[in-house]
Every structure is written in C-alpha cells, then in structure tokens.
C-alpha cells in the first residue's frame, strides 16, 4: 500500500501550518485576526465592495466547540497518514483551531482556524490585499461558497505552504492551511492542495 506522501493530489501529504505559523505544533493565525487600521462595518455593510457575498451562511457554532472534529480521523489518514496526533485551541488569537501533524514526517501538516475574533469575514482578507497580504489569489468558489489564498508571504514554492480563507457567511471564515511534505514541496501546488482540503471542511460542515 502506497503511502499517502507518495500519492496524487486529492491524497497526498498536504499537511499544512497555515500560512500561518507554528510554535511547539500549535497553529499560531497569522493577522487577518485583527486590523486596527480597517473601518468597522455593520453586518448590514457585509461584504464590502469587490467582496464576493456568502448568500447561504453556515452555523459552525458546534465545531468552534471542537475544532477537531472538523475533519474526520478517517479523512486525517487519508493526508497525512497514521499516527497523527490533533492539537485543539480554543483560546487562540483568532479564534479555535485544530492542527494535524504526522510523527513519521517532519514538515507535513493541517490547519483549520475558526475566525471567531473579527466579525467582517472575507472583507478582513480583501480590504488587506497587496499590504499585509502580498499573496492574495482568489479561488474558485466551493458549491458557491468564496475561497481566496493568501499571506504574508508567498511562501508556495519555498516551502510548500498556503492557506485558504473560506466564507461561511459575510462575517465569518475558516481558515484552512496545508503544508507539503518535504518530498512535495516544489512539485504539488500548496494551494491546490488547500482548496481540495478546504472542499472536505466545506462539505464536512454541511452534512452535520
């Protein structure tokens, strides 16, 4: 049986630390948890102009209680293979997380980020692109719901991470994060690899 580092995309070793980073295999969110300098909107204001609108939110209400359960153990094997041990914050900085690392592989890695912290959803991301957010691409919508990548740096080809900000309503997102096996880096799109992490979560969150 093949490992899941060796496989195609839709199976491979994604593993992300977000674009984000990571201290002693905690997720740290990177700052689309607060921008100071940005107008405050009322809900009604949501999204703001350019700002693709979620026109069916999702309630993720159970799954910022237990981040963890956000992707199945089933689904964690299936990326990063046996012996992942999750890590769940539920105090972090822009709100509760979970982070997958495998033991077997040091640089693989998931990350999913419940922004509970800024109330402005995508806008956050899009009112910061070019700034704080150098990378900043936009997705194709998952079932209609808006995915773009982004960070503070591109950080794709050097070490096979990206994260992607998914829209569940106009002032809510979930940040998804994949890092690449060493073996992958240069050779899968991190990205790529977000996005079809991402679509899991996506319909993870709608079946429940």
């Given at each position: 049986?093949?490992?899941?580092?060796?496989?195609?995309m839709?199976?491979?070793?994604?593993?992300?630390?977000?674009?984000?980073?990571?201290?002693?295999?905690?997720?740290?969110?990177?700052?689309m948890s607060?921008?100071?300098?940005?107008p405050?909107?009322?809900?009604?204001e949501?999204?703001?102009?350019?700002?693709p609108?979620?026109?069916s939110?999702?309630?993720t209400?159970?799954?910022?209680?237990?981040p963890?359960?956000t992707?199945?153990?089933e689904q964690?094997?299936?990326?990063?293979g046996?012996?992942?041990?999750?890590?769940?914050?539920?105090?972090?900085?822009?709100?509760?997380?979970c982070?997958?690392?495998?033991?077997?592989?040091?640089?693989?890695?998931?990350?999913v980020?419940?922004?509970?912290k800024?109330?402005r959803?995508?806008?956050?991301?899009?009112?910061?692109q070019?700034?704080?957010f150098?990378?900043?691409?936009?997705?194709?919508?998952?079932?209609?719901?808006p995915?773009?990548?982004?960070?503070?740096?591109?950080?794709?080809?050097?070490?096979?991470?990206c994260?992607?900000?998914?829209?569940?309503?106009?002032?809510?997102?979930?940040?998804?994060?994949?890092?690449?096996?060493?073996?992958n880096?240069?050779?899968?799109?991190?990205?790529?690899?977000?996005?079809e992490?991402?679509?899991t979560v996506?319909s993870?969150?709608?079946?429940?």
């Open positions: 049986m093949k490992s899941p580092a060796l496989l195609g839709g199976a491979v070793i994604l593993l992300v630390t977000a674009c984000t980073t990571t201290q002693n295999g905690t997720a740290t969110p990177s700052p607060s921008n100071p300098s940005a405050s909107e009322s809900a009604s949501l999204p703001g102009a350019g700002v609108a979620v026109t939110p999702i309630d209400s159970q799954f910022q209680r237990k963890c359960t992707l199945t153990d964690i094997t299936e990326l990063l046996p012996d992942v041990q999750p890590k769940e914050e539920l105090t972090g900085e822009a709100g509760p997380s982070f997958w690392h495998p033991k077997s592989v040091t640089q693989a890695a998931v990350s980020i419940y922004a509970t800024n109330r959803g995508l806008t956050s991301i899009y009112q910061q070019g700034t704080t150098p990378l900043f691409i936009p997705m194709d919508p998952i079932d209609g719901y995915t773009v990548a982004y960070g503070q740096a591109d950080l794709r080809s050097s070490a096979g991470k994260a992607i900000a998914l829209g569940t309503s106009n002032q809510d997102i979930i940040d998804v994060a994949v890092t690449l096996s060493e073996g880096v240069g050779k899968k799109d991190p990205c790529a690899a977000a996005h992490v991402t679509a996506l993870n969150l709608r079946a429940r």
